[in-house]
T-cell receptor, first 114, second 113 residues
Framework: DAEITQSPRHKITETGRQVTLACHQTWNHNNMFWYRQDLGHGLRLIHYSYGVQDTNKGEVSDGYSVSRSNTEDLPLTLESAASSQTSVYFC?????????????FGPGTRLTVL | GNSVTQMEGPVTLSEEAFLTINCTYTATGYPSLFWYVQYPGEGLQLLLKATKADDKGSNKGFEATYRKETTSFHLEKGSVQVSDSAVYFCALSPDTGGFKTIFGAGTRLFVKA
């Protein structure tokens, strides 16, 4: 069965360190998204990609970057982790075009920045 | 711009009670509307969807009707179970401008036995 996986599931790091969160999907979807989920804010879009070599900033992109070198993967990098980036991070994917844009979510990564 | 507003939680109900979670939206054109559910420790998963006015989405006993005149998409279930305890997100996908989805803040539901 197709799926979307994230790793690690839990991560503790220190302020100032670079951290990369992995996202891998086997749906063969062109669209991929990164969100963070915080109490009282719901889901906020960090970055998204509509295909290989395409990346775009979302509403809370400062301090984060992504790259898309293949269809399956969209790693999220925190260049210099800050305590304000402690959150649960979700990756999602969807088909390009063709009607209703249902998103498929990974299980999430809980990141703690000390 | 596009936005989704849903009722604040938590909502606490006894088993077999009737559930309504209100959701209203702001969007131009004809967006698609969704309800996603998030069980503890998991990612979101699609619960139901509707793509045009007066469509009714349904799944697992949950229903929601796309009301363009009131820009609403309220979630209902006639008899909740303990296993329905989760966070519910209303969301929309605009009909133009790409493939992003705009999510509401989520409503946590607790169902007591």
């Amino acid at each position: 069965d197709a799926e979307i996986t994230q790793s690690p599931r839990h991560k503790i790091t220190e302020t100032g360190r670079q951290v990369t969160l992995a996202c891998h999907q086997t749906w063969n979807h062109n669209n991929m998204f990164w969100y963070r989920q915080d109490l009282g804010h719901g889901l906020r879009l960090i970055h998204y990609s509509y295909g290989v070599q395409d990346t775009n900033k979302g509403e809370v992109s400062d301090g984060y970057s992504v790259s898309r070198s293949n269809t399956e993967d969209l790693p999220l990098t925190l260049e210099s982790a800050a305590s304000s980036q402690t959150s649960v991070y979700f990756c999602a994917s969807s088909e390009a075009g063709g009607g209703v844009n249902e998103q498929f979510f990974g299980p999430g990564t809980r990141l703690t920045v000390l | 711009g596009n936005s989704v507003t849903q009722m604040e939680g938590p909502v606490t109900l006894s088993e077999e009670a009737f559930l309504t979670i209100n959701c209203t939206y702001t969007a131009t054109g004809y967006p698609s509307l969704f309800w996603y559910v998030q069980y503890p420790g998991e990612g979101l998963q699609l619960l139901l969807k509707a793509t045009k006015a007066d469509d009714k989405g349904s799944n697992k006993g949950f229903e929601a009707t796309y009301r363009k005149e009131t820009t609403s998409f309220h979630l209902e279930k006639g008899s909740v179970q303990v296993s329905d305890s989760a966070v519910y997100f209303c969301a929309l996908s605009p009909d133009t401008g790409g493939f992003k989805t705009i999510f509401g803040a989520g409503t946590r539901l607790f169902v007591k036995a």
